[in-house]
């Protein structure tokens, strides 16, 4: 699933029609993205990065963003909320992240909704520390890899639904593939 992932290409991998593809992420969303695979069992000594992908849904209307957070030491996703930019997404990311992480360090760029994360354990950097340059790299990732992200193109998703369960088959692949 390395070349843009598409549910046709993951369809070919399968041997099976797109549409069936759709069909099986519609019938089972099950939690793929778990949080004790993602970054395993171990003790919350952890770092963890924030970032987000701007995206559209419907007729290039709506713009939304795909919120990411990435551990540090696995580089691999942790979670992720699609939502809008403000603050009341971030919140919403914040509560979809593992217990363990609540309490970890964590870093962001100077985007105003990261307000809302705890002073105590949230530090905002600018891109010259480097704190945020694995989560931007993953961000070129996906606009590599993931058709519906790709910049100045036709390819978007009609649905916003269809765009989350997408992400998530994406997300699952890419921390399966990740060391």
């Known amino acids: 699933m ?17 549409v069936t593809v759709q069909r099986w992420l519609k019938k089972k969303p099950k939690p793929w993205l778990s949080s004790k695979k993602a970054c395993g069992h171990q003790p919350p000594k952890r770092y963890w990065r924030l970032d987000e992908v701007f995206t559209f849904v419907g007729l290039k209307v709506k713009q939304i963003r795909i919120w990411i957070v990435l551990c540090r030491q696995t580089r691999q996703i942790v979670s992720f909320f699609i939502g809008d930019g403000s603050m009341a997404s971030c919140k919403r990311l914040w509560r979809k992240l593992p217990y363990a992480y609540l309490k970890s360090k964590s ?72 060391t």
């Open 2 to 18: 390395k070349n843009y992932s598409s549910f046709r290409s993951t369809g070919r991998i399968f041997g099976v029609s797109h």
């Open 107 to 178: 870093f962001s760029d100077f985007w105003k909704a990261y307000n809302c994360l705890p002073d105590s354990t949230h530090q905002k950097v600018g891109k010259e520390t480097g704190e945020t340059a694995h989560v931007e790299r993953l961000n070129n990732t996906i606009r590599q890899r993931f058709s519906r992200l790709v910049r100045k193109t036709l390819s978007y998703s009609k649905k916003e639904y269809m765009l989350n369960l997408h992400f998530k088959l994406w997300a699952y692949s890419y921390n399966l593939n990740t």
